[in-house]
Structures are given as C-alpha cells and as structure tokens.
C-alpha cells in the first residue's frame, strides 16, 4: 500500500508539473447552487503529498466559486489511458488568502494562462459575438490578478483504479483523524 500510495502522488506531481502527463488536466466536480452537479476541467497546478493538498486556480468571478463558497466538498477525476489507470480524490476546497502566495503563483503562471483572467466578460455570460469575451492586451502585468483565484483541496479521500490487471486492482485511502492515509484494497 506504500508504494501505490507513493505512485499516486507521484502520478499528481506529474500532473502539476511543467510537461504534459494525464493527471495535468482533472475532471473537477461540484453541488451547483441550484442543489444539481457540476463537471468541469481544471488544470492540477500543485500536488503536495505532506500537506496532502491539490491546487488549481480560477477565476473568482465564476460559478465553481460560488459553489464552493456554499458548499466546499469537491472530487476530482483524472485518467491516464495508456496506463489505464484512474484517480479519484475527494476534499475540501478553500480560497488562499495570502496575498504574497497567490501573487507568488500568479508571477510564475504563463502568460498564455492568465489571459482568461483579463476577460471583461465573467465566464458563463451569455455573448452576442465571442470576440467579446477577448482579453485586450495586457501591459500591465497585473491586469486581471483582481478576477485571480488560487483554490487548495485538502485531500480527504482517494480512490486508485487500475484496470491494466486481471482482474482490475483497486484501492481507497482514507484521511485518519491523525491526519495519515490509511489504505485498504477493494473490490473494483
């Protein structure tokens, strides 16, 4: 159970990191203010196995903020298909509020990523043309870091499926009231 859980961090590093990986791009899942689920993508920006923390950021203007400002339960899903393996990871969301660690990010984000930031157009509103949503040209280095959102997920929960094998291999950790991962083999 050590090693897998070793690889599972090791697959979400990956996918935080700065090559492509299948964990880069996660399958993110929410309870919509209006009580039905919501999937979207978001891109898996830090792994950190000893806090046992993911991170991505968005823009605060958008729904996925809202929803977890009322109800911060997130699960997430990334599949790698040529390993043919899946990870589910189950935790609570919360908005960073350090000022000097979400400019840290932004700082070292691509400029390419941050565009989205710059739209004048909240994410969602409905457009007579898609040129309105475009982001001027950005001099300014920091415009759009007000509509900037870092989001970290305490990992509660992870559920490891391999279906390379036969049969299929699958694994769930839990968070133990001590803060520990307790792993256990289950039926896939």
């Not at 492509?20 to 919501?38: C, H, I, W």
């Not at 007000?146 to 305490?154: A, K, M, Q, R, T």
């Amino acid at each position: 159970m050590k090693d897998l859980f070793k690889s599972i961090w090791d697959s979400l590093r990956a996918g935080a990191g700065a090559g492509r990986s299948p964990f880069s791009v996660l399958q993110a899942a929410t309870v919509g203010v209006d009580g039905n689920p919501k999937v979207r993508t978001i891109v898996l920006r830090d792994a950190n196995e000893e806090l046992a923390r993911l991170s991505f950021h968005t823009d605060i203007r958008s729904g996925k903020v809202r929803e977890l400002r009322a109800r911060p339960a997130i699960s997430m899903h990334g599949y790698d298909a040529e390993r043919l393996v899946q990870i589910r990871v189950e935790g609570i969301a919360s908005f960073v509020t350090d000022e000097a660690e979400k400019l840290a990010v932004w700082n070292s984000s691509r400029p390419r990523t941050l565009i989205l930031y710059r739209s004048p157009v909240v994410s969602g509103s409905v457009i007579d043309d898609p040129a309105r949503a475009a982001a001027p040209d950005a001099a300014d280095p920091m415009l759009g870091y007000e509509n900037f959102c870092l989001v970290h997920v305490s990992v509660r929960h992870i559920d490891y499926l391999d279906l390379s094998n036969e049969p299929h291999h699958r694994a769930q950790f839990h968070v133990r009231d001590d803060g520990a991962f307790q792993g256990q083999w289950v039926a896939p």
